[in-house]
């Protein structure tokens, strides 16, 4: 019983990841950085919006409406990662699907929409994401066309959970502990102990076991602090 018992005191005395945001945090506008990001994207579109490298994208949950959709079609982003739950992220498809009928009339390129559930507090914080499913995603995002945009809720916990595992991957960060320092500056929580596990147990060579997001050298890395100047 006493594991039981620990179990009930942690849930109880834990306070909710901040992924959930307090009601005046949700209010507040402007409350994230706004380095690495040289785009027409405003915290209006999508908060937290940040370049990775040319191949990644970065953000908050997307205003479901058809001209942010297209802002990121003109940045040339190709695939949505989704890393919320799956209601959310059908009523996230049901949008993409009618911009991507409008990007077919014009001849453009569609989008590839991924969904990856994260459930919020068992896997963020109780627990982990397992290592087959990080590894299933990042054989997914292997072979996804680029560049993408990944995005939770907030755009800091579960997607820093896997740009931390990104940066690892393509060797833009040297250790686990660089990569929370600028999961940190986009205000991962530190209540975050699972996605923290999720990252540390492919830490270090490890981390050769995910597939490479891409074969190509990274270009246009961009790091916290950046200031990238507004694309023309």
Same mark, same amino acid.
């Given at each position: 019983?006493?594991?039981? $018992?620990?179990?009930?005191?942690?849930?109880?005395?834990?306070?909710l990841p901040a992924e959930?945001?307090?009601?005046?945090?949700?209010?507040?506008?402007?409350?994230?950085? @706004?380095? &690495?990001?040289?785009?027409?994207?405003?915290?209006?579109?999508?908060?937290?919006? #940040?370049?990775?490298?040319?191949?990644?994208f970065r953000g908050a949950?997307?205003?479901?409406?058809?001209? %942010? +959709?297209?802002?990121?079609?003109?940045?040339?982003? $190709?695939?949505?990662?989704?890393?919320?739950?799956?209601?959310?992220?059908n009523r996230e498809k %049901?949008?993409?699907?009618? !911009?991507?009928?409008?990007? $077919?009339?014009?001849?453009?390129?569609?989008?590839?929409?991924?969904?990856?559930?994260?459930?919020?507090?068992?896997?963020?914080?109780?627990?982990?994401?397992?290592?087959?499913?990080?590894?299933?995603?990042?054989?997914?995002?292997?072979?996804?066309?680029?560049?993408?945009? %990944? @995005? &939770?809720?907030?755009? /800091?916990?579960?997607?820093?959970?896997?740009?931390?595992?990104?940066?690892? *991957? $393509? #060797?833009?960060?040297?250790?686990?502990?660089?990569?929370?320092?600028?999961? *940190? #500056? +986009? #205000?991962?929580?530190?209540?975050?102990?699972?996605?923290? *596990?999720?990252? /540390?147990?492919?830490?270090?060579?490890?981390?050769? !076991?995910?597939?490479?997001?891409?074969?190509?050298?990274?270009?246009?890395? &961009?790091?916290?602090?950046?200031?990238?100047?507004?694309?023309?």
């Open positions: 019983m006493a594991p039981l $018992r620990w179990l009930l005191l942690l849930l109880l005395v834990t306070p959930q945001g307090s009601r005046e945090e949700m209010n507040t506008s402007s409350r994230y950085p @706004h380095d &690495c990001n040289g785009t027409s994207i405003s915290d209006s579109d999508i908060e937290n919006f #940040h370049q990775v490298d040319d191949e990644l949950r997307p205003q479901y409406q058809e001209q %942010v +959709y297209l802002k990121l079609a003109d940045l040339g982003v $190709r695939t949505i990662i989704n890393l919320e739950g799956a209601g959310e992220a %049901v949008v993409v699907d009618g !911009v991507n009928q409008k990007l $077919r009339q014009k001849g453009k390129p569609t989008f590839t929409f991924i969904s990856f559930p994260i459930r919020s507090f068992l896997q963020t914080v109780l627990f982990r994401v397992s290592d087959q499913r990080i590894k299933g995603l990042f054989a997914e995002l292997q072979e996804a066309p680029k560049p993408m945009f %990944v @995005h &939770c809720k907030r755009g /800091k916990d579960r997607t820093g959970m896997l740009v931390m595992l990104y940066r690892l *991957r $393509r #060797h833009q960060q040297p250790s686990f502990e660089e990569a929370l320092r600028e999961a *940190r #500056h +986009y #205000h991962f929580s530190k209540w975050n102990f699972g996605l923290k *596990r999720t990252v /540390k147990r492919f830490d270090g060579e490890k981390v050769e !076991v995910l597939a490479a997001p891409t074969p190509a050298p990274a270009r246009n890395a &961009c790091y916290a602090g950046t200031q990238l100047q507004p694309a023309l």
